[in-house]
């Protein structure tokens, strides 16, 4: 699966999430963590790296600076 992709459904979680989706539930003494939303916060900036890196935009942008005048 490719960064792209997997990005995807980093995307889509992380919407159903903020979305009232549950994140984690307890039935009587016992809990258990589906997603854990800032676990997916900290996967989707790697993969937003990864997918860029991926289209072949990981090329070297140039900015011009100039002085203010007085």
Same mark, same amino acid.
């Given at each position: 699966?490719?960064a792209s992709e997997s *990005?995807?459904?980093?995307?889509?979680?992380?919407?159903?999430? %903020?979305?009232?989706?549950?994140?984690? /539930?307890?039935?009587?003494? !016992?809990?258990?963590?589906?997603?854990?939303?800032?676990? *997916? /916060?900290? %996967? !989707? !900036?790697?993969?937003?790296? %990864?997918? /860029? !890196?991926e289209s072949g935009s990981?090329?070297?942008?140039?900015?011009?600076?100039?002085?203010a005048r007085r």
């Amino acid at each position: 699966m490719s960064a792209s992709e997997s *990005l995807a459904r980093i995307e889509a979680a992380i919407a159903a999430l %903020e979305n009232g989706g549950v994140q984690s /539930y307890s039935i009587g003494s !016992r809990s258990v963590t589906k997603l854990n939303l800032a676990e *997916l /916060y900290t %996967e !989707r !900036r790697q993969l937003k790296t %990864e997918a /860029y !890196r991926e289209s072949g935009s990981g090329g070297i942008s140039l900015g011009k600076m100039t002085r203010a005048r007085r």
